[in-house]
């Protein structure tokens, strides 16, 4: 089975804070994905990469960064956290290739106050 | 560009109804694969199906089904004598073969269905 593991499932962070999201697949996928949900908007794709140390910004990548150092592990970063960052974060992987099934992290909620 | 709408925000349904979940889409290629995911209340989005353009053919896993229809751009998604198991939200979401790299994802907002007792 697929396995993608998020560091944290709730998180409470304060303005300003840099914030640091983990994504870990265990299925030596060469894609990886960062999304935000949030109400009414359905997922959203903040950045992904298709191999390591590469990176493509998604539809919505202002105030994030991404690093991806090892093939199975992909970070996003919250540089300097604001209270328009709170939302549900969704990490996924998937095998290289343009139409391949994603999967998807269990997702961590992160408040910033 | 791509987009996908899910018709219902919310469905509320009492257990062993039938209930259908529409998806309608928008692309311009003509090769592309579209998704149903299920969120139940954990969080964590479970695939469920991937249609290829090409393959218009209905699918039935169990209680659930998938009409696609190409001629109307809808990816309909039926759960048959639900239950409330299948409390959760939905997605649909369409990929394209024209992205220059990776798998993107374009999803709709999602559809809350609630089974109750």
């Known amino acids: 089975d697929v396995k993608v593991t998020q560091s944290s499932r709730y998180l409470v962070k304060r303005t300003g804070e840099k914030v640091f999201l983990e994504c870990v697949q265990d299925?030596?996928?060469?894609?990886m994905f960062w999304y935000r949900q949030d109400p009414g908007l359905g997922l959203r794709l903040i950045y992904f990469?298709?191999?390591?140390?590469?990176?493509e910004k998604g539809d919505i990548p202002e105030g994030y960064s991404v690093s991806r150092e090892k093939k199975e592990r992909f970070s996003l970063i919250l540089e300097s956290a604001s209270t328009n960052q709170t939302s549900m974060y969704l990490c996924?992987?998937?095998?290289?290739?343009?139409?391949?099934?994603?999967?998807f992290g269990p997702g961590t909620r992160l408040l910033v106050l | 560009a791509q987009k996908v709408t899910q018709v219902q925000t919310e469905i509320s349904v009492v257990e062993k109804e039938d209930v259908t979940l529409d998806c309608v889409y928008e692309?311009?290629?003509?090769?592309?694969?579209l998704f149903w995911y299920k969120q139940p209340p954990s969080g964590e989005l479970v695939f469920l199906i991937r249609?290829?353009?090409?393959?218009?053919q209905n699918e039935i896993s169990g209680r659930y089904s998938w009409n696609f229809q190409k001629s109307t751009s809808s990816f309909n998604f039926t759960i048959t004598a639900s239950q409330v198991v299948d409390s959760a939200v939905y997605f649909c979401?369409?990929?394209?073969?024209?992205?220059?790299?990776?798998?993107?994802?374009?999803f709709g907002e999602g559809t809350q269905l609630t089974v109750n007792p």
């Open positions: 979401a369409l990929s394209e073969a024209e992205e220059t790299s990776g798998s993107r994802l374009t």
């Open positions: 996924a992987s998937s095998t290289l290739g343009k139409m391949e099934t994603q999967y």
């Open positions: 299925m030596d996928h060469e894609n």
């Open positions: 249609r290829n353009s090409f393959d218009e």
């Open positions: 692309t311009r290629d003509t090769t592309y694969y």
């Open positions: 990469s298709y191999d390591v140390k590469m990176k």
